[in-house]
């Protein structure tokens, strides 16, 4: 089993031209899903091609057991490529404790991304991010970087103004673009959590795009 992943890496390494199309990356993660030691996807993690990179960080996305990359995963927070910052951010997500604020809080300042997708997987990170984790983010950046700009926003999200069905509108209806994609990912866990819709559904009325984006996707995720 090891042996037959070990092949199929060294074939994406050697053509990273057939690395999206010739299905290696899906046999790939059935070796690993099948129990072939996941640490041999640092080789692919690493790889100086972003084609193979990407294909990599989405097979360990589909890892429920790949804490032992998490480290890893956190240096490609910044990768050059969005795919395997997208990627990442769903790494961070499922394998990620209360012991790892610096990943925690490296995933959530992805919603400033300068790519459009990857801001929409950091808001799906900042609304389905269980309180523990965003509440490690928070401990991790006031321990770190105590003017981070991301202090007020975790503070907020985690508080009650980030629970109260007017407050969301009133930061979704603001003038501040960040607070905007927070308020919308605050709306989406109301939803989730509550059932009160009204403040996702209002976000659909915004002109900020992905604000509006997020949440008509997030309506279709609650099949509503």
Known sequence: ????????????LTHPDTSESDGTANELLKQYQRGSPIESLRALLFSSDDRIAGEAAWIASELPEGRSLLHDIGALLGHRSRKVRFWAIDCVHLWAGPS???ELAAAAALVDDPDKAVRWKAMGFWAMASREQLA??????RATDPESQYIDELTWL???KGTDSGEIIAALNGSDDRRRKIAAAAAYRLAAANNNLAPLRYATSLEDPDAVQFARDMLKRLSI
């Not at 490690?136 to 950046?141: E, M, P, R, V």
């Open 1 to 12: 089993m090891a042996d037959r992943a070990q092949e199929l890496i060294s074939h994406l």
């Open 158 to 160: 985690l508080g009650q």
């Open 136 to 141: 490690a983010a928070l401990s991790n950046l």
């Open 100 to 102: 790892n604020g610096l």
